[in-house]
Each structure stands twice: as structure tokens, then as C-alpha cells.
């Protein structure tokens, strides 16, 4: 098990912190999220010239530090993106440092979703990688006297006229070289483009390189969320609903605290909130079996209420839909195509089943909050924790790790919510780990999908309309509260449950239509 030492973030003191501590079961004042008026959302902007800046470094010992703004889940975008980097600089893989970022450490990315780390972020690489390389060869030129002009590229380094050579480790002094936004606006075009240009004759991109996580992977060290440990850590665990939708009538703890190792046991009624925390995992299973929890489960299946709302049919009849993707070119009677195609399809909710169970640690100070999880979205973590917690997102700062599969299920990590309350209730890290049953009955799943397609083929064999229609549940806005849910999904459009949907096939009329 890593042993990660806990740091202070040195920031501003915030609020002092509310709730109180009994010897027996603690009560504590509603730290849910849907109590906040503004929720945390997801990441989902493309990332910014001035934010890639900050990703590439150029380091006193030489080597380059790559922030990479993509969480690794087994993919190695990490890997592409470092090969970016070196193309540009010139260097090779040992002399990259990849590090995946905590949320102090780089402004705030888009989550890692959707396949799109290579096409989203090539391009703010590389030019953050050629700005950096025209920088420093820029300080060879002020240490050398050197004309720009005849400072050559060399192997992690420059190579001058008279044959002297430059490595980068001469040029950097004892702290880190980054280039700053008004550098590059004073420097004019941007340089050339290396990972562009110099297509067919890559010194690093498409070679096959080690992951830098491949030695722990193989050899077992510590890597993912469920390796860490924290000094002083203890461990909690959150009683979940039976069912889906059942409501919270009451708890009693008061025999699961008589159980040996327990320290606390947490129960906030508003919020429907019950833990309990150990200081051995062993200890827990004991415990939480004497927590008494009395739940109402709903009367109706849930399966009738989705099967209402998830009728594509339903919604054509009462052309209910709420956003159209494409509506273009001139309607055409199907009767007369010569061929005329319909169907209705049906897609079921899907869980996500990655093969690491979510776990995460947090340690709520006075002033500070820590995380420990791996997630797609760090700083949807950290935003939901503040949220849980009553804090500015600025006081938390999110350790990332690498995840065993995701998939879309880690964006949110809900352990790291639920251990952020207990860590609060007891001033302590606390490490909350999901096993396998809770996180296929109470993650984040792959929505349902109902669709319609209608379409014609013309004389000539050519898609002659396409009507396709299709209704769904919200992706990207899915974990946003529910009581602010409806006002979202009604007005903006949810770009995961539209993802695909446009026909990659011309035709002469077009039209879809989405709810979700």
C-alpha cells in the first residue's frame, strides 16, 4: 500500500468548521450537494491557448515536464501526447516527466471522454511544445551571442554553427522554464510545427514507447486510487437505498457503536445520509450490520416509469421533442421512393463494469480539503466534494490516480463525496472503498435509448430522406441534481446523449430530432 503524506495547500483560511462530535452517533447539519444552489458541473470546454501554456516545463536537469491535461485509464493518450511533446523538443522518452496533474497544479481540463484526447489536444500541445523549444533556443542565442538564425535543433538541446552544442540543461537555471501567454503573442505566428511538418519522418511520433506506468502495472506497485493510504487513516463505508428511488425514514446506530474499532457513526436525516467509520476495513462489515436503516421502497417498478418516458413513439405523437440536431433540404413524399425503410430500436441501461471498483481517501481540515481518487474529471470531483462540504472548490485539491477501466462511469467518483463527508464528521482522512455489488447497483450507467428511423432511397440508389428521431436521458448533465436537472435538460442541449447522431451519409431531406 503507498503511503502518501498529507500536505498543507497553504491557502486562506475559509469558514471554521460547523457540525459537532458526540462520543456516540454524530449528527451532523446537511452537507448534501442538491442543498447548494449552483451545482458542480462537469468539464467539458476545449482547452485554451492560455491554459496549455502551463502544461509543458522545461526543467533544470534537462529533462521536460509534461503536465498531461488526459486522466489514463488504459487508453495511453498519455503516451501520444508525450510524443508530441518530444517531437517538438526534440528529445526522447526518458527525457519526458509525464505527471498526471492534481488540480492545483494546472487550470481546469476537459474531462477525459469520448475518444477525443488526441484530436482535442494535439493541437494546444504541440504549440505549447514548439513555443517552449523557440524559447529556449531564444536563451542559447542571449547566452551565446548567437545569431537565432544559426542555432540548429539538436538531440535535446541546439546545435550552434561553429559545432558547439547546447543541451537544454544548460539553458534552464535552477527553476523551471515556462513560456507565458505574452511571450508567445510577442514572438508573432506561431513556430513551425514540428508533429505537423515533419510528417513521414517522426523522430518520435507513432514509435512504440514504454508507458511510464508500465514498471508499476507489471510489477504491482502502488498506482491506482485503491493503493494509497494517508497517515492516520481510518475507513467508512455509506449505507446505500435497496432500490432505486426507496426514501429514508430513520436510522438507529446506536448498537453499531458498541462494535469494536468503530469511531463514529454518521447519520444526517435531511440528506438521507447514513455511515459509519472503523479504524480497520476488517471491522466494517460487523459494524454495519447492527446499523438499524428503515427505508420505504417505491410502490411502482421503476421499469413502468422509464418505460414511459423512454417511448420515442410516444413523443412522435405528441411532437414533443425537445432539441433538433439538423432539420435541411426539401421534405419528399416516402410513398414515391423506391425503397422505404422504418424501425423502431431499443437500447437497455448499461453498467459501465470497469474492473476497478471506485474507492477514494479525504482529509477535511480547517482550511483544506484532500482528495486521493481516479476519476475522468478531477475537477468534477472537486467541485462536488466542495459542494458536499459547504467549501469553495479552491480549498480542495484533487490527487489524481490512474483508473482500472472507465469508461464514462468515473467522471463523478461518488466514494470520494461520501468519505469527504465522514472525514468532516470525525477530522480525519477517511478511505471509502466501493466493492463490486454497490458499484453496479448504485454508479452511473449508460442511459436507455428509444429511437426512430424513416428513410428513402431514391431511383438512382441514393439516401433520398432521413428521419430519425430518438429520446434518451442526459450524459454529460446526468449527475447535476435533480431539483435544478429539469430547467438544464429543457433549455441546453446534452451533447453525449446527441453524440452520433447526426447521419454521416448526405441525403436530400434531413431531420433529428432528440429529447433527453
Not at 529533462?63 to 488504459?74: A, D, H, L, Q, S
Amino acid at each position: 500500500m503507498q503511503i502518501v503524506k498529507a500536505t498543507s495547500l497553504n491557502r486562506r483560511q475559509f469558514l471554521i468548521r460547523t457540525g459537532w462530535i458526540a462520543t456516540g452517533v454524530t449528527m451532523l447539519a446537511s452537507c448534501s450537494p442538491v442543498y447548494s444552489l449552483l451545482p458542480a458541473l462537469p468539464s467539458t470546454n476545449d482547452p485554451e491557448w492560455a491554459d496549455a501554456i502551463t502544461w509543458v516545463q522545461a526543467m533544470p536537469d534537462g529533462r521536460i515536464r509534461f503536465y498531461c491535461p488526459r486522466m489514463e485509464m488504459g487508453q495511453g493518450a498519455s503516451v501520444g501526447l508525450s510524443q508530441v511533446v518530444a517531437e517538438e523538443l526534440n528529445v526522447g522518452p526518458n527525457d519526458i516527466e509525464c505527471i498526471h496533474p492534481n488540480t492545483a497544479q494546472i487550470p481546469r481540463f476537459k474531462m477525459t471522454v469520448g475518444s477525443q484526447s488526441i484530436a482535442s489536444f494535439f493541437s494546444p500541445v504541440s504549440r505549447t511544445s514548439a513555443h517552449l523549444r523557440e524559447a529556449l533556443r531564444q536563451k542559447a542565442a542571449d547566452k551565446t551571442g548567437v545569431d537565432l538564425r544559426h542555432i540548429k535543433d539538436d538531440q535535446g538541446g541546439f546545435r550552434l554553427s561553429t559545432g558547439r552544442k547546447l543541451k537544454y540543461r544548460e539553458l534552464v537555471d535552477d527553476k523551471p522554464i515556462i513560456v507565458s501567454e505574452e511571450e508567445s503573442v510577442n514572438r508573432g505566428n506561431d513556430p513551425s510545427l514540428y508533429s505537423v511538418h515533419n510528417a513521414g519522418k517522426f523522430q518520435a511520433i507513432g514509435n512504440s514507447w514504454k508507458h511510464h506506468e508500465l514498471a508499476e502495472i507489471v510489477t504491482g506497485k502502488p498506482l491506482y486510487a485503491r493503493d494509497a493510504a494517508v497517515p492516520g487513516m481510518v475507513y467508512g463505508q455509506v449505507i446505500k437505498p435497496p432500490t432505486f428511488q426507496s426514501k429514508f425514514v430513520n436510522a438507529n446506530g446506536r448498537m453499531a457503536k458498541k462494535m469494536p474499532g468503530v469511531i463514529a457513526v454518521v447519520i444526517d436525516d435531511s440528506a438521507s445520509f447514513v455511515g459509519i467509520i472503523t479504524e480497520l476495513p476488517s471491522q466494517l462489515p460487523a459494524a454495519v450490520a447492527k446499523l438499524k436503516v428503515k427505508w420505504e421502497k417505491s410502490v411502482e417498478p421503476i421499469e413502468n416509469k422509464l418505460g414511459e418516458k423512454l417511448n420515442v413513439v410516444k413523443a412522435r405523437e405528441n411532437d414533443s421533442f425537445e432539441h433538433t440536431l439538423i432539420s435541411q433540404g426539401k421534405s419528399t413524399k416516402l410513398n414515391k421512393a423506391r425503397r422505404r425503410v422504418k424501425a423502431k430500436y431499443e437500447t437497455s441501461f448499461a453498467a459501465h463494469a470497469a474492473m476497478e471498483p471506485r474507492a477514494a481517501i479525504v482529509s477535511v481540515k480547517e482550511d483544506s480539503v484532500e482528495v486521493w481518487c481516479g476519476s475522468q474529471d478531477p475537477f468534477f470531483v472537486q467541485g462536488r466534494v466542495a459542494k458536499a462540504l459547504g467549501r469553495k472548490a479552491a480549498s480542495v485539491v484533487v490527487y489524481t490516480h490512474r483508473m482500472g477501466g472507465a469508461f464514462g462511469g468515473r467522471v463523478p467518483c461518488q466514494a470520494s463525496e461520501e468519505a469527504a463527508v465522514l472525514s468532516k464528521a470525525v477530522s480525519r482522512p477517511v478511505r471509502v472503498q466501493w466493492d463490486r455489488e454497490t458499484e453496479f447497483a448504485h454508479n452511473y450507467f449508460q442511459p436507455g435509448f428509444s429511437h426512430f428511423i424513416e428513410a428513402g432511397v431514391s431511383e438512382n440508389g441514393l439516401i433520398d430522406h432521413w428521419e430519425h428521431d430518438f429520446v434518451s436521458s442526459p450524459i454529460i448533465t446526468g449527475p447535476v441534481p435533480g431539483n435544478i436537472a429539469w430547467f438544464i435538460d429543457k433549455f441546453i442541449a446534452d451533447g453525449g446523449t446527441a453524440r452520433s447522431g447526426l447521419p454521416p451519409y448526405q441525403a436530400q431531406y434531413q431531420r433529428v430530432r432528440y429529447s433527453d
